[in-house]
Each structure stands twice: as C-alpha cells, then as structure tokens.
C-alpha cells in the first residue's frame, strides 16, 4: 500500500513536472497556439504569442470564438476525429481590425482542437510582389510582343521565355531549339547575314549587338524581328553564353513601310502635278495664241478668200485641241472623285467600229499623216456581237489611243478593232488599238498610265499631250469592270489592248 501510495504521489508529482513543463513550452513557444473547444467553439486556453499576434489579452480570448479573428461570415465546420489538416494560409483580423496572414496547422481530439499559427503576413506580402511582377512582365512581354532567350555552347540550345515561343512559333509555350533549328526558322534572304553577324561578334569580342531579320513560321507567316544580344566570355576570351531579348516588330515595320511608301507617293505625284501644271500651262497658251494669231489675221483686209478659209480650219483644229485638254481635265477630276457614272446598254460592236472610221480618217489628215494606213478590224462579220458596255466611255478610249496613234506614229499602219474567242459559255472580247510607231521601253511600261506621265524618247516627234490620255483610259476600263494593258517594245511600235468582264452575245 505505502510503496503504492508513494508510487501514487510520485506520479503526481512527475506529472505535474510533466504539465509545468508543457505549459511553460505552451506560452514561451515562438509562434502562436490556440486550444479550441469542440463542442463550445470556444478558445480553452492560448498562448501569448497568439495574444500578441491578435492584440487580445488571454481573459478577453476567453469570450471570443475563432470566428471573431476571421475575415469570413462563417467558419468552415470542423472534423472532430482525431487528425492533423494540412496547413491553410488565410487572410485572420487582430483586434485593431488589422488583416494579417496567418498559416494554420490544426490538430483534432475529441474534445478540442489544437491550432499551431504562424504570421506569414510579410513572406505574403513578398511572394505576391513577386508573383505580381512576374505576371506584369509576362503582360509588358505580351503586349511588347518581346521574349527574353539565353544560349549556352555546352547544350548548344536557345532557351526563352514564353512570348519567344509566341514569336517564332505562334502559340504560347516554353522555347528550346539548337543554332541550327533557329538558322532554320530565318528567312532565307536574311540567313547567312544573321550566320555571319553573329560570329563576327563573337570573333571581334563584343558584348553586345544588334540585329534585324525576318523569320517564317511553321505556318507560313512572314515577321520582322529584332534581336538584342549580350554576350559573356570566360578569362580566356571562350563563350559563356549569350542572352537578350527578341522583338516582333512586324506590325511597327509595316507602318513605317506604309509610310515612307506614302511619302514616295506624295512626294511622286507632287513632282508629276508640278511637271503637269508646266506643261498645262504650255498646252492651254499654245492653241489660244495660234488662235488669237489667226482671228487677227483673219479681220485684216488683204487676206485672200482661200487664206481665209485656211486660217478657220486652223482655229478649229485649235479649239479641238484645246477643248480635248479642257475635257480631259473635267473627266479625270470625276473619276478622281468618283463621280464618273457609267450607262451600260448593248452596244453592237461591228457596228461600233466602222462608225470611227470616219472621225479618225480626219484626225489623221488634220495632223498631216495622210499617209498612215488606218485599219479597223472587226472579228466577226457576218454576225452582231453585242457587249454591254458604256458606248460614249468606250468611243473616248479608242479615240484617246487611235490619237496616240497617229500622234507618235509616222510611218506605217494603224490598226484598231477587236478579237473574239469563247470562254466558259460564252465569248470575251479584247479591244485593241496597235500601231507601228516608235514602241516605249519595258522600264516605262508599268509606269504609262499613271496620271500626268508622259516619255519621250530622242527620236519620238515632241508633240502636245497632258498625259492624261492613258490615264482617263486606265480608269474607264476598270470601271467597265474591265482592264487595260500594253505590249511594246521601242522600235517595233505599241498595241494597247483593253477588255470589259460584262456580257457578250453574238447572233
Ligand atoms: P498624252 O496626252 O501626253 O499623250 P497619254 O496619257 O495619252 O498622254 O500618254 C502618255 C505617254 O505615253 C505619252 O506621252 C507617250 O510618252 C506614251 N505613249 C502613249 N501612246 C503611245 C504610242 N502609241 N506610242 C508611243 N508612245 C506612246
């Protein structure tokens, strides 16, 4: 009994070293312990460092439920089976209304639960500053559309962040490839020029460059991108590595294109309405004075019947002339301002063309080549071949060319008409207008039907003109849903041929 008795208070007092001991590790413990009641929900006991974490006294902690430190309306109920949760990190509210974050590890028993709490509140702060970042850089990354990329000589490998990946690959995912796959992916105009770029950075030292270049896609795309480079060398002058970014500068690229293009073309039709306006001017006072000229004459006494006669055909064939310039102005401005309207009706085109004839036959003799052998051609004879067509538009067209014609051609033949040949169900019809005067050289082919253009060569007779004629050509074919091209070369003379994609029908 007295040995049992003794082993009784020694168990007493063992355990009650056992407990001091507990409770002195429980309140001296460098991060917060709650001991809650399971079936109160009540806090049974916490630690001090809980209390200075919550700013509450324990005698306050003792009213106060778990849900009193938390951010939620309402806890998530708990589990009561003896068992450790994984930790949870969670926003908790101290008594001043300040939000920490807090890292929980609660323990279960079946009468209470034991929660280990630290504050994380400042690696919170850190790693969200952090992630934040990261995410602001891949966004700048994005909307720069730039990538960063390293390469080392030991794998031989380019590695790079996403957005590289969205570059070279179109789709956003991690980037590797060897030298040898990214020479692959550069256009291959622009591949031994970046080759040589950057070993001869390499062999000269650098440590950084620049360089320009255009890869192609997987899917066919074309980009313009620039690569900035560092490089690194070991004490020996031997390659680290290299590392930089890469940027996709198509769109940037494609807008200073449209803009030096814009420029050139500002810059182009300034120079052609200033060569124009010379010429204009020239054009206008030439017929007015030879007119004013021949009026003077004309009123004086001792002019003969016949001379008489001679100078009112001159004044005519003047103010043809400068009624043509007139008319060609007003029709180029309507076009230009899209003002030009086209009255299609069915116009029979045999008919058409020998109906020329006889306004062409004039012209030539009132430009003193009586000579020149003018031909039409018509296709087929002894049938109607209808195209829907505007008929003034389309007599305007042979008239501006069969002019040209006689115009620059001095010996030879002029030849104008049409040719037919089927197509699908039907026929087309290609116009044309051909002569065997001094032809125009390849390089001014392309050039002949812009306003305002006009060539001449040192043989070619210099002769009036705007250059407007092939221009106001150009622009009825199209909006006859048609188009106009030419065949020359210099010396073997010129056919200008000319179809409209309306119906045609022959009977
Ligand atoms: P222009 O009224 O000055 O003749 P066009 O637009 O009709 O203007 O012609 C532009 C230029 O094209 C001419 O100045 C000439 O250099 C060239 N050209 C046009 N037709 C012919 C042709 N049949 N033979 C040779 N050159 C031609």
Redesign the pocket.
């Known amino acids: 009994m007295i040995s049992l008795s003794i082993g009784g208070q020694l168990r007493r007092i063992i355990t009650g070293i056992a407990f001091n001991r507990y409770k002195e590790a429980f309140d001296r413990a460098g991060y917060a312990i709650m001991l809650i009641d399971n079936r109160t929900n009540r806090f049974i006991r916490v630690n001090k460092a809980a209390a200075e974490l919550f700013g509450y006294t324990r005698a306050e902690f003792r009213k106060l439920t778990p849900l009193d430190l938390s951010t939620e309306p309402e806890e998530v109920k708990r589990k009561t089976k003896e068992q450790a949760e994984d930790p949870v990190v969670k926003p908790a509210r101290t008594k001043d209304g300040k939000i920490i974050i807090i890292k929980v590890q609660t323990t279960y028993s079946d009468r209470f639960h034991v929660s280990l709490i630290s504050d994380v509140t400042e690696e919170y702060r850190i790693r969200r500053t952090l992630e934040l970042n990261e995410e602001r850089l891949r966004e700048a990354q994005r909307i720069g559309r730039f990538g960063w990329w390293e390469y080392r000589p030991e794998t031989d490998r380019y590695l790079g962040s996403e957005e590289l990946s969205g570059i070279f690959n179109d789709e956003v995912a991690s980037f590797s490839m060897t030298y040898q796959e990214h020479l692959g992916y550069i256009h291959p105009e622009d591949r031994s020029y970046v080759h040589s770029t950057i070993m001869d950075a390499m062999e000269k030292k650098k440590e950084t460059f620049l360089v320009n270049y255009r890869i192609i896609t997987p899917t066919g795309k074309v980009k313009a991108i620039v690569v900035n480079s560092n490089i690194k060398y070991d004490e020996k002058g031997r390659l680290l590595y290299r590392y930089g970014t890469c940027q996709d500068i198509t769109d940037t690229r494609r807008i200073m294109d449209d803009l030096i293009a814009a420029r050139r073309q500002a810059e182009e039709s300034d120079r052609l309405k200033t060569t124009f306006l010379a010429?204009f001017s020239h054009e206008i006072r030439t017929p007015l004075n030879a007119m004013l000229g021949f009026m003077n004459i004309l009123t004086s006494m001792s002019t003969t019947e016949e001379e008489k006669q001679e100078m009112v055909k001159l004044i005519d064939i003047n103010s043809q002339r400068l009624l043509r310039l007139i008319n060609?102005m007003i029709d180029m401005s309507r076009i230009e301002s899209n003002n030009m309207e086209i009255k299609y009706t069915n116009v029979e085109i045999n008919e058409f063309i020998s109906s020329m004839g006889s306004a062409f036959a004039y012209e030539k003799e009132a430009a003193g080549k009586k000579h020149l052998k003018l031909t039409p051609v018509i296709a087929r004879s002894q049938k109607a071949v209808y195209q829907s067509v505007d008929e003034l538009r389309l007599s305007q067209i042979f008239s501006?060319?069969v002019?040209?014609?006689i115009?620059?051609?001095d010996e030879g033949e002029i030849r104008y008409g049409y040719r037919i040949v089927p197509s699908g169900d039907g026929y087309t019809l290609t116009y044309f207008?051909s002569?065997t005067?001094?032809?125009?050289p390849t390089e001014?082919l392309d050039d002949?039907?812009q306003?305002?253009?006009?060539?001449?060569s040192e043989d070619?007779p210099k002769?009036?003109?705007?250059?407007?004629?092939?221009?106001?050509?150009k622009r009825l074919s199209e909006l006859m849903k048609g188009r106009i091209w030419?065949e020359?070369l210099p010396g073997r003379?010129?056919s200008?041929l000319f179809t409209f994609n309306t119906p045609v029908i022959v009977e």
């Not at 005067?437 to 125009?440: A, E, K, N, Q, V």
């Not at 306003?451 to 001449?456: A, D, G, L, R």
Request: with cysteine; glycine share 16%.
């Open positions: 010429n060609d501006n060319l002019g040209n014609a115009k620059f051609t207008v002569d005067g001094p032809g125009i001014n002949i039907f306003p305002f253009v006009q060539y001449w070619m002769v009036q003109g705007a250059g407007l004629g092939l221009a106001i050509c030419i020359s003379g010129s200008f």
